[in-house]
């Protein structure tokens, strides 16, 4: 299968496998590239300083998904997640930013530490005792469902439920760029989940005192008299919350160790100097960012690279082919801890930068020192499972076993 078929077709185990081949491919040859998979027509762009433009120039490239009218039809199961600052624009985008910006701030951000290194310890020591375990459900994915609860202030008790809605929308997330035709039970199985999770919500919304101290709290409360979040807004922040929190700090994880695993001799430089750590999470979110791709709709008709992007078109930034453009990355394919400068994009740029990007960082800089001082090796001990959304960059499960280190005399 040719590469560009590849692509073509996003969906193929090739695609899926390894995408950097096809992605480098379109990078260097159809920087602009429109594809028209059957459920909608969209416009791709690849090489990082376009994408980085798409992502500065809101007045052109909005995020406003309303702009695009009745055809999403895969998102339309998801269509709650949409009334919060990641789908708006102008002053509403305005308002909702400024009022997760307050809940956010890098204070409350700092005091969840504690709670992080916390949920890491616990879950390292039932690794290193347990033998072969599934590194995404069974370490990753409680690491971050744990902390996702904190900051919501949900209940504990909750997160087996919590993590299941989550790994259906993120199945369903962006589904109408990548599949070829509506897939009836992916469908189905996203407005199951939505209708799910909208009622819990407004159920534990209900409750007497709810919240607390949680950054849930705190968006209900931040803003003057008259500003604050409606329900409706409340709903969809808690809920992207739960999804871009949960499972892209999931995959991150995962993707460090896959790494680790593709990487031997810098795993090793690792180990004898975790100090690198911060910087290998940096390498980690450049080589294999959760989220491959994102969208913006075009404002006016724009020319790129000899390609006209008509007005109102789904316009698909390509995180992962950016953040190995040789353009601006010397040896883009090699893991380097140590790289300096690293001006990945896997976060975003402009107005829309990923605001939880700090909880992320922090949370797997946690959990990639504790692997690193707490394991002599981390060995794959199954081949992964893939995920089905060719947006992220994800398995849905990875047998591992953790080798401890040996204890100093």
């Known amino acids: 299968m040719s590469l560009l078929h590849q692509f073509n077709a996003l969906t193929s185990p090739e695609f899926s496998a390894d995408p950097y081949p096809v992605l480098a491919f379109m990078r260097e040859e159809h920087p602009v590239y429109h594809l028209s998979p059957g459920l909608t027509d969209s416009w791709h762009i690849f090489r ?20 695009q009218g009745g055809g999403d039809m895969a998102d339309a199961n998801l269509s709650f997640l949409f009334n919060n600052m990641i789908s708006a624009s102008g002053d509403k985008h305005r308002r909702l930013r400024m009022i997760a910006n307050r809940a956010f701030m890098a204070k409350a951000i700092e005091a969840l ?18 033998g072969d375990f599934d590194l995404v459900e069974d370490f990753a994915a409680q690491i971050t469902v744990a902390m996702i609860c904190e900051v919501l202030g949900l209940p504990p008790e909750d997160m087996d439920q919590i993590r299941q809605w989550t790994a259906v929308l993120g199945d369903n997330s962006g589904a109408v760029t990548w599949l070829p035709e509506l897939d009836p039970a992916l469908a189905e199985r996203g407005r199951v989940a939505g209708e799910e999770m909208t009622a819990y919500f407004r159920d534990f919304l209900s409750r007497p005192g709810w919240g607390g101290e949680a950054l849930f709290a705190a968006f209900r409360d931040a803003g003057p008299e008259g500003e604050q979040l409606s329900e409706a807004e409340l709903l969809s922040m808690a809920m992207l919350l739960l999804l871009a929190g949960n499972e892209t700090t999931t995959n991150l994880i995962t993707n460090f160790v896959r790494l680790l695993d593709a990487f031997p001799d810098q795993a090793a430089r690792l180990r004898a100097d975790p100090a690198l750590a911060d910087g290998a999470v940096e390498e980690t979110l450049r080589m294999r960012n959760s989220i491959r791709n994102i969208d913006r709709f075009a404002l006016q008709d724009v020319e790129m690279h000899g390609v006209t992007i008509p007005k109102g078109a789904r316009v698909v930034v390509w995180l992962t082919a950016a953040n190995r453009d040789p353009a601006v990355f010397d040896d883009p394919d090699d893991f380097k801890p140590d790289r300096i400068p690293n001006r990945h994009l896997a976060f975003g740029q402009g107005a829309h930068m990923c605001l939880g990007a700090a909880l992320a960082r922090m949370e797997t800089r946690i ?11 981390v060995e794959l001990t199954a081949p992964p499972q893939l995920g089905v959304n060719a947006n992220f960059d994800n398995v849905t499960r990875q047998m591992v076993r953790f080798h401890p280190a040996e204890t100093p005399a």
Do not use: C, K
Request: net charge neutral.
């Open 367 to 377: 959990a990639a020192h504790a692997i690193l001082t707490r394991t002599s090796r």
């Open 113 to 130: 530490r504690p709670a992080v290194q916390n949920v890491v310890d616990t879950r390292m020591e039932i690794a290193l005792q347990t």
């Open 48 to 67: 990082y300083e376009d994408v980085r433009q798409v992502l500065l120039s809101p007045d052109v490239f909005s995020s406003d998904r309303g702009l």
